[in-house]
């Protein structure tokens, strides 16, 4: 993997005249598998190469970086022990099912009643292509499918005064119209000559053909430039009535607001997030629950590597090792290991007891807690499909639910499960403050608002998470003043022979690939440290 | 499901102040799930409410229009014989798996040799949201996924002698790069003033506001407008090196070409695919190949009702009834039914003896084949994945290929199979005329030019579909020189007892929600003619 692009491009270059003619190859657009250094997995011939043997590491925390540390590890030999305070692998990787039970750092429990088959990832919910999460699940064996994070059909709402205000838009629909009349005012400009310090006559011509069917509009009319270029409307944006049998030819949606009710409903801010190069389809997940990875991984390592309830109360380097600490089922042990690898995130880390330098502890507490939550609905029919032709997808609103999430399996199910919220900043904050039920209740006013009364009608589960307020989480990710700090670089070091990892500690915050990457990274220096001896 | 989109827009109204606000209800882009004459499908009780027997019917071809029109009619009590020339329902619905065997009307015969799970959907491939299909795979329990038809990693490929030719560009970075320039040269006209005409201030303001985030530009440098609202890149086109762990923040792919070279390119001409009504994400697929609908027909309207390699030799209206002649098995066959639905595509139907008015034989002869071919190439492994990162999706090129298919379903497996052509016209007609090792060679030769050498290397087996050559079809799909014809209107007539239907009698020629309509629409004229006696 790590030299598949560089053999692509020379397979380019090989294959015959047309092969790559443009000389920037930057501007091929070609996405790199490969990281900057790319990875070597540890051996397992490594340590006899080395004359040495495998050494001994404890890794604290079995969410996706310490199961991924304990997984590459493994493969030269070494003996990892795994502490893992909660009772499952994965961490915030986490698919609330029925059964679930969960107690916040508030006291509330939840109890979560989700039918067979039904669940919310309360966590982590999507994975890019380029995404070395995917390579593990291909390694791992767990199966995927697409999810859905962008569907043409599903809308915008916007709460305001502006003349869409209150409104639910198709998704199809607010892009019609932008570029409609994105096209329209630059096809004006262009053809009054208003550009000709930046376009040549060939660059006018093909950019006037570029925007006549990138933007459905009109042509030029000659001697009226008012009357030129006009967006009227498309088909684009859907149809009042479909096309049909015999002579029903549809009757497209129309016509449209006016350029200026489109421009002031700023609906056109949300269409952005889908080219971003972590949020672009196709995304996918795993068949069955985000938790289909942890598991993947727990099999990989054996469940025997693996303590669960154990809650980790102190950590201690020596000069030859790591003490650690933990309780587990109310009876206080230790395990002694050559190294350590802490995973637990920096919220609750700087609470533990350590020998850890001053500077550690400086750059622990310089982490702050990304308030971040969600709410899952499961009803007793899937009304968005049925009634309002949206098969996943996501709806965008400026509410504090943020958005609704449609869900990307059991398709013409007899119920699904739809996510009432994803929300995070103020909004998840606001939402944490309250009970479950207070949440519920304010999530379905909002929702009500863009999908009518059923919204609040046939619910028959739910369950609500707040990051910031779970035990052993504290946060639904880390967000740095500055990646260019002393402090976050302090923490990409070891202290004594306890190296960190997680996706606190990458530039993939928040993202399964960013732990994975960054416990390949402190598997790297480890390795090489305890080859070395 | 006939009334839901009112009832749809009664809830919203009533849900709260909020509610539909903008008076434009075509505004709302809601797109409806209803046809122009909601569809009442035949019931038990239709015949004893009306004093009547269940009249016999039989129909001619079990395509999609065919098998809907059995399924229909029989939901009354209807006998219905259902005549197919081939071995197996579906018509241009076809699925080819291993084993498939195929012989053309040029005389050469394929052996589909897939392995166990590959397959190529040689007719339709994907489903839009709003097709009925999805209700008819809904109630017939046949399960759907995602079908890929846009990828932001699957790549635009030209050939030519634009600075871009013969470079494969993913799409995420053709439009990235487009949108950037074209917000850059808006931005820089609206500022200037040059569109006052067409915008208030405070639109300029929302304007200029839409544009930086949209087209990821610079800002306003005051003072000096050439420097202004400039487009330099962004990490939307992808990255040279991935964000990764620690300090790798990642450095995307730059710097763009230059505008003149965007446009000069016209790359940007493919992007407006992925806004049409029927193209737009997400689409679907039945899970396990296309063929899962014309089965679950088949279970549905029971085999029994229903002769394969039945080959109609006749048709004739009679005054109380139709006699329709087949061949089955070398022998020469009757059946009388009192009403006839015959989905027999024009090209083919034109030849069959009937005792229809003449008419009827000139707006057969009016319709128009469209050829269309594809090719499917089962490699033994999944290059696409693990060496480009492409899941899914589509490949775009000028190249007579026209496209390139990456599969929708088995990710991360063994094996995969790509469409290695998917075209039609004068395309469609070149590939026809060739054999099928002829097909293979020059759709290698062509997909290497995008792909690199891997593209001939590893393929296990291979089928092609030239549909214009195909026994019972003779074309990919009807195109009519115009459907405000009287020939075309003449077809929506029954012709004394026959009725007529297929994809080819409706605005979705070439799609299976087309063929249902149609369908439906002649069970509606014939129930109610029956009841009516």
Known sequence: MPTTRRQFLQSVGVAGGAGVMYSTMGALGLAPTAAAAPYTPP????????????????????GIAGLTTAYELQKAGYQVTVLEARDRPGGRNWTVRGGTRETDLKGETQHARFAEG?????GPARIAQHMVTLDYCRELGVPVEVFT???????????????????????????ADTYGYVSELLARATDSGSLDGYLTGADKEAL????????AIGRRVEGDPAASWKYTGTSRRGY???????????????????LSDVLQSNLGRNISFEFGFDQAMLMFQPVGGMDRIPYAFERAVDRRNIVYRAEVGGITNTPTGVDVTYTTRGRRRTVT????????PPMVLKKIPTNFAP??????AYAQAAPAGKIALQYDRRWWETDENIYGGITNTNMDIGTIWYPSSGYHGDRGTVVGYYNFGNNALAYGRLSHKERLSRALVQGQKVHGQKYARGIEASFSVSWENTRYSEGGWVSWPSRESAEYRRLLQPEGRTYFAGDHLSHYTSWMSGAIESARASVTALHQRALAG
Chains 1, 2 share one sequence.
Do not use: M
């Open 208 to 215: 006037l053909s570029f925007l006549g069917g990138w933007g």
């Open 118 to 122: 039904q669940y919310l990832n309360a």
């Open 240 to 258: 009042e009535v479909l096309p049909g049998a015999g002579t029903q030819a549809g009757t497209p949606l129309g016509p449209p607001p006016s």
């Open 359 to 364: 500077e550690v502890g400086t750059a622990l």
């Open 43 to 62: 051996r397992s011939g490594d340590f006899t190469l080395a004359g040495r043997s495998a050494a001994r590491v404890v890794v604290l925390g079995a």
């Open 337 to 344: 290991a050559d190294f350590c690898v802490c995973t637990i």
């Open 149 to 175: 994070n962008v569907n043409a059909d599903s809308y915008y709402f916007d709460e305001g005064t502006t003349p869409l205000s209150g409104t639910p838009v198709r998704h199809r629909t607010t892009k």
